[in-house]
Each structure stands twice: as C-alpha cells, then as structure tokens.
C-alpha cells in the first residue's frame, strides 16, 4: 500500500460571535469514504481527540478567547475512487449555533 502525506499549511481563522459565557464544541467530519482521527489543542494542552464526529465540548469562551487553537487531523484512508480528502471543521456553542466552519480539500496532492 502506497502512503502519501498531504499537509495543508496552518490557516489561521478567526472564530467570532460568542460571548464570554459561551460554551465552545468542535466537531470534525472526514468526508469521502475516508477514515481517520483528530486532536485538538490549545497551547500544547490537549482539549479533544479521537474522531470528533459529534460535537465535542473543548471549553468555555472565556477561556479559549485571545489564543490559538490548533486542530490536526490525521486522514488514514483515502477513497481510491476519488482520490480526494475533504475535511469539514465546524466550532458550536452550547445551543449547538454554529460559530465557524470550514471545509479544507485536497485532491491528489493539490490543496484548496
């Protein structure tokens, strides 16, 4: 089995529209027939790992505010048929409104 390592370079985005009291959840779906797991960190602190389908909570508002948040998601089987990995990043509060999302693809070897 061929391995190919495809790294989207580190996007900065900023989450926006919470307030203070919020509580933030993350969730991550690996789309396209494809298998993997993620981890969530905050200042080298782990905040969440594993397949993160569902929204998971990575902490209050207040907390995570004026810092970077870091997600690193490993994709462990690409569909062959498509040779594409899509990957849809979305953060939630606690009344599950969504707060961010974004869907990053790569497409043998490209990245958009």
């Excluded at 779906?29 to 790992?49: F, M, P, T, W």
């Excluded at 993160?52 to 004026?66: A, Q, R, W, Y």
């Excluded at 970077?68 to 998601?73: A, F, L, Q, Y």
């Excluded at 594409?84 to 509060?93: D, E, G």
């Amino acid at each position: 089995m061929e391995i190919k390592e495809h790294q989207l370079e580190p996007n900065p985005r900023v989450l926006e529209g919470s307030k203070n009291s919020d509580e933030i959840y993350i969730s991550i779906e690996i789309g396209n027939g494809q298998i993997g797991g993620s981890k969530v960190s905050q200042n080298e602190k782990l905040l969440a790992k594993g397949r993160l389908t569902e929204p998971t909570f990575i902490g209050n508002s207040s907390d995570l505010k004026d810092s970077e948040i870091e997600v690193e998601t490993n994709i462990l089987d690409v569909n062959s048929f498509t040779n594409i990995c899509v990957l849809t990043t979305t953060f939630y509060n606690q009344e599950n409104q969504v707060l961010f999302t974004r869907i990053d693809v790569t497409i043998q070897g490209t990245k958009r």
